[in-house]
């Protein structure tokens, strides 16, 4: 069974040199501390960039997720690059209001259920998008009294929260509530109109108190520049809120950019005011018009734009691959059509601080379970991951290795940990580690020959350090 992902942000990891010392005392413990139990692995290593987008980004204290659609996930390369590349989820449209409560205390959570399950499955991050939002709401709400509204709300808000306590991280309580141009007045949306102003402080207090774990986040687009009259408005609202004790923990900026709003200059000024106040800030819907080297710079600006602000604690894509996006002909996403990497997804990488892996194509194992290095009769394996034990401080992994349809002779796959999470043992492999001592690549130690279809097994074991997360797994690749 996989661990329900962490509900709070994991603090930032030391820097690249600070880790590393980390990693090599904590190995010199672990390996001492093992000797005596007689399963020493030896934890010596060779460096290497990440070479996924989660890979990168958690080397550098951040998620990297997208939000999905459900109605992809029977895709196999839409799962397969979704699992491999991405530590966290939004629903894009299934934990919306419609899709949740079509009627009147009729709640229907199958469909977000099937994503929520999936990104458990997978060790993934989970993002709640959205309890209060004018949009996607059923009409039935509009036409609420004043009263009904305020309890309908509330209601909405404990039975969704409630639905997925524990396993949200980050949830977007209100969405969009200011108007767009120069006015900085709120939208005039039901919830404004029946409640006013303070229906947004309510929110935020019914939200806290049905899970007080998961981050509570204001999001909104067209808040990136910071001279604009709605960025300044959505700042005024945070800094009333921390000033006066509203339970706020983050702002998200959609970050949908085109040439017509492309990425201000001040981008990172922006982030920088908003965490000054005491909140987090996430980059929670991120898609850029456009293609190739310019493309590429403005996603690569937003990312670096994001490392430079400590509380900046990941970003979210607005979904996995151009064709499907919500403005596809803008193709303003990381993958194109056929799941190959673009030049933007590069530029993230880069400011990352990963491997670029150089333009490949996306998989297409068919399955959710890690990966594969191709079909038919050329050599392939799968890795799926499960925990076998948990005590106080510490969880046991098992990664079970499978040849695909023709033997093997070698196999290879990553096992990337969360800071401040370490590994401090390994038995049945052969490890060795990248320079920030989170992403470990595993190979055979005797055990790399496989016959077609069957497999063998390695474990670890991980310090927790208070994070429960599950490990990722990178693909397996098999000659
Ligand atoms: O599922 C139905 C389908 O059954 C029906 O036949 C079809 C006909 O219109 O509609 C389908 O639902 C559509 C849904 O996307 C799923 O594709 C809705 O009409 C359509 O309105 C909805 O659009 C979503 C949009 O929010 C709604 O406002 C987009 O997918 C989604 O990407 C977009 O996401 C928003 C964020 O939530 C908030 N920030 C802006 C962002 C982009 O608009």
């Known amino acids: 069974m996989i661990d329900t992902p962490r509900t709070s942000h994991e603090p930032r990891t030391p820097g690249r040199r600070g880790r590393s010392a980390l990693r090599n005392a904590l190995v010199v413990g672990a390996t001492l501390a093992l000797a005596a139990a007689g399963t020493v692995t030896a934890l010596t290593g060779t460096a290497s960039a990440a070479s996924t987008l989660a890979g990168a980004a958690a080397e550098q204290g951040r998620y990297f997720g997208t939000a999905i659609a459900a109605g992809r996930m029977g895709e196999s390369d839409y799962m397969s690059v979704l699992n491999r ?23 229907n959570f199958s469909t977000a259920d099937r994503i ?7 060790g993934m991050k989970l993002r709640g998008h959205t309890l209060v939002w004018h949009s996607q709401l059923p009409s039935w709400v509009t036409s609420l009294s004043t009263n009904d509204l305020r309890s309908t709300m509330n209601n909405h808000i404990n039975r969704v929260m409630g639905q997925y306590k524990g396993q949200v991280h980050s949830w977007d309580v209100v969405n969009e509530a200011f108007e767009d141009g120069s006015s900085g007045a709120r939208r005039n949306s039901v919830f404004q109109q029946r409640l006013g102003n303070g229906f947004i402080e309510e929110a935020f207090r019914t939200a806290r108190a049905a899970d007080p774990d998961a981050k509570l986040c204001y999001n909104d687009y067209n ?6 009259a709605k960025t300044q408005a959505v700042y005024n609202m945070v800094r009333d809120f921390k000033s006066r004790g509203v339970p706020i923990d983050c702002v998200g900026f959609q970050a949908h950019f085109n040439s017509g ?16 106040l005491g909140v987090d800030v996430q980059i929670t819907e991120l898609d850029i018009a456009g293609s190739g080297s310019s493309q590429a710079e403005q996603f690569k600006g937003v990312t670096q734009a994001c490392l430079a602000v400590s509380r900046c604690t990941g970003i979210t894509v607005w979904g996995v691959t151009d064709k499907y996006s ?7 996403l990381l993958f194109d059509g056929n799941y190959n990497k673009k030049p933007a997804y590069q530029g993230v990488m880069e400011a990352l601080g990963g491997s670029d892996g150089g333009g490949t194509t996306g998989g297409t194992d068919g399955g959710t379970d890690g990966g594969t290095t191709g079909g038919g009769d050329t050599a392939s394996c799968t890795v799926t991951y499960e925990q076998t034990e948990r005590w106080g401080d510490r969880f046991n992994g098992r990664v079970t290795v499978r040849a695909g349809s023709a033997p093997i002779t070698n196999w290879s796959t990553t096992v990337t940990v969360s800071s401040p999470q370490k590994i401090s043992a390994t038995w049945n492999g052969t490890p060795s580690w990248d320079s920030s001592g989170n992403v470990m690549t595993m190979r055979p130690s005797g055990n790399g020959t496989l016959a077609a279809g069957s497999s063998t097994s390695f474990g670890f074991t991980v310090m927790a350090n208070g994070n429960w997360n599950a490990p990722r797994l990178g693909s397996c690749t098999a000659s």
């Open 326 to 332: 919500w403005r596809s002909s803008d193709t303003p």
């Open 85 to 107: 590349e991405f530590d966290s989820i939004t629903a894009e449209n299934a934990m919306k209001w419609d899709a949740l409560q079509p009627s009147r205390n009729s709640f």
């Open 116 to 122: 929520a399950n999936h990104a458990r499955s997978q």
């Open 261 to 276: 709003n492309p990425v201000p200059s001040n981008y990172h000024t922006t982030l920088q005011n908003f965490a000054d």
């Open 223 to 228: 808040t990136d520049n910071w001279n604009h």
